[in-house]
């Protein structure tokens, strides 16, 4: 079973049953998937209103060539026909994308601009995670000897450690404030938010940002919870990757 790839804060969602067929500016996409040696690579996002496929492709003997079209940045995800899960990605058309995919979710995927912020974004997350993991070892170490100073020491420095890796985070979202990825970044959770938080999300996002296709599907789930009444059923929003 191919596991969607994602890191923390990292979340496809896919929200609207549906599907239809992209057109636009073309893309390409050169891969490997070595634990394969045949099937069918196909290329999605998610729209308001339904799937878009963009493109799909042949595996031969663990190669594969996807080629479609897309009309604007977005966000996507490649999978194999018939497999659940995938990967995450950010889509631009007219430049060249290069993939290394492994069942166990690992994966290089190089590509455009907005995939080289995705991947400095991830590997931020990975080392901060690391740092921070570690060091709530210690201060586990420090509570269960009933250490108190050291124990306090250690939280001080934890805060500290998650405000900084929260920073740096911060600093490429910025920078792309007025894109897919940050609206995408902002988004991701938007899957496990009350309605209050969604448009408080939704308040934090650019004009620009809220012109993607995360920042449109943020607004239809907001549009959609607040036509529920209090004695309705939540519509549902869960998805199933092909």
Not at 9 to 17: A, D, E, G, R, V
Not at 28 to 34: A, D, H, S, V, Y
Not at 164 to 169: G, N, P, W
């Amino acid at each position: 079973m191919w596991r969607l790839f994602s890191q923390l804060f990292i979340t496809c969602l896919f929200l609207f049953p549906g599907v239809s067929f992209g057109e636009g500016k073309k893309f390409t996409i050169n891969g490997k998937i070595p634990e394969m040696s045949e099937g069918k690579m196909i290329v999605i996002t998610q729209r308001v209103g339904g799937i878009d496929t963009l493109g799909q492709g042949d595996i031969d003997n663990g190669k594969f060539v996807v080629e479609g079209e897309v009309e604007e940045p977005c966000v996507a995800l490649i999978c194999v026909a018939g497999y659940g899960g995938g990967f995450v990605f950010m889509l631009e058309a007219e430049v060249p994308y290069e993939m290394e995919l492994f069942q166990s979710g690992k994966c290089t995927i190089k590509g455009g601009q907005l995939q080289r912020e995705l991947v400095t974004y991830e590997a931020i997350v990975v080392e901060e995670k690391q740092k921070i993991n570690e060091l709530k070892k210690e201060l586990e170490k420090a509570s269960a000897k009933k250490h108190f100073r050291t124990a306090n020491e250690l939280k001080g420095k934890l805060d500290k450690l998650m405000t900084e890796a929260q920073k740096r985070l911060d600093v490429i979202v910025e920078r792309n404030k007025d894109n897919v990825f940050a609206a995408y970044i902002q988004t991701a959770r938007m899957g496990n938010m009350e309605l209050n938080e969604l448009k408080a999300c939704y308040a934090n996002l650019t004009d620009k940002a809220r012109a993607t296709g995360p920042g449109k599907l943020l607004a239809a789930r907001i549009q959609a919870l607040e036509g529920v009444n209090v004695n309705a059923i939540a519509p549902n929003f869960t998805l199933s990757t092909p």
